[in-house]
Antibody
Framework: QVQLVESGGGVVQPGRSLRLSCAAS????????MHWVRQAPGKGLEWVAV????????YYADSVKGRFTISRDNSKNTLYLQMNSLRAEDTAVYYC?????????????????WGQGTMVTVSS | EIVVTQSPATLSLSPGERATLSCRAS??????LAWYQQKPGQAPRLLIY???NRATGIPARFSGSGSGTDFTLTISSLEPEDFAVYYC?????????FGQGTKVEIK
């Protein structure tokens, strides 16, 4: 079935780095834009970043621009989020999410498939 | 940035009752609005896309309406599994933004 499985979360000190992964299965990964969305403990949802189906186009939330990098490896059906210079306010569950559009061209999208999330805690 | 505001913050209703949730955008988003349901410890689930289209597998008791800046999610008759938090999200402008959520709780 269609599935996204995140990994790579954990506890990290402020200023350090972490890389999240999201393994996709059950659909043609290379056809879809992919997103990261996060949720701080007890809070709402915040969109983080998107990458186009081919990896050439990326957009970021201002809160992570310059610190986070989204990437993908279509040969491995895997999405990544490299997080540098982490701050306490980056503490959240990070979800990868599949863009709804099947043409692959629309990045400004809704999210029809979500992973179960991976927790990132930034604390000294 | 388009600010999306949901109301009320909490809705206390009984099973079988009708739920009406509101979402307002700070500027027009046309019909580029989605609704999600999230239960504790779970990822969000897409319910409605482009204001009024039910996603695959979503029961007919869920319906969405609206355009421009004002939108509504209606649950015609609440089932026990519908008690959850609901978020709206605009996809008209970058960055993509969500409302703060409406919790539908059992009265």
């Amino acid at each position: 079935q269609v599935q996204l499985v995140e990994s790579g979360g954990g506890v990290v000190q402020p200023g350090r780095s972490l890389r999240l992964s999201c393994a996709a299965s059950g659909f043609t990964f290379s056809n879809y834009g992919m997103h990261w969305v996060r949720q701080a403990p007890g809070k709402g949802l915040e969109w983080v970043a998107v990458i186009s189906y081919g990896g050439n186009t990326k957009y970021y939330a201002d809160s992570v621009k310059g610190r986070f990098t989204i990437s993908r490896d279509n040969s491995k059906n895997t999405l990544y989020l490299q997080m540098n210079s982490l701050r306490a306010e980056d503490t959240a569950v990070y979800y990868c999410a599949k863009g709804f559009d099947s043409s692959g061209y629309i990045l400004i999208d809704a999210f029809d498939i979500w992973g179960q999330g991976t927790m990132v805690t930034v604390s000294s | 940035e388009i600010v999306v505001t949901q109301s009320p913050a909490t809705l206390s209703l009984s099973p079988g009752e009708r739920a009406t949730l509101s979402c307002r955008a700070s500027q027009s988003v046309s019909t580029y609005l989605a609704w999600y349901q999230q239960k504790p410890g779970q990822a969000p689930r897409l319910l409605i896309y482009d204001a009024s289209n039910r996603a695959t597998g979503i029961p007919a008791r869920f319906s969405g309406s609206g355009s421009g800046t004002d939108f509504t999610l209606t649950i015609s008759s609440l089932e026990p599994e519908d008690f959850a938090v609901y978020y709206c999200q605009q996809r008209s402008n970058w960055p993509l933004t969500f409302g703060q959520g409406t919790k539908v709780e059992i009265k």
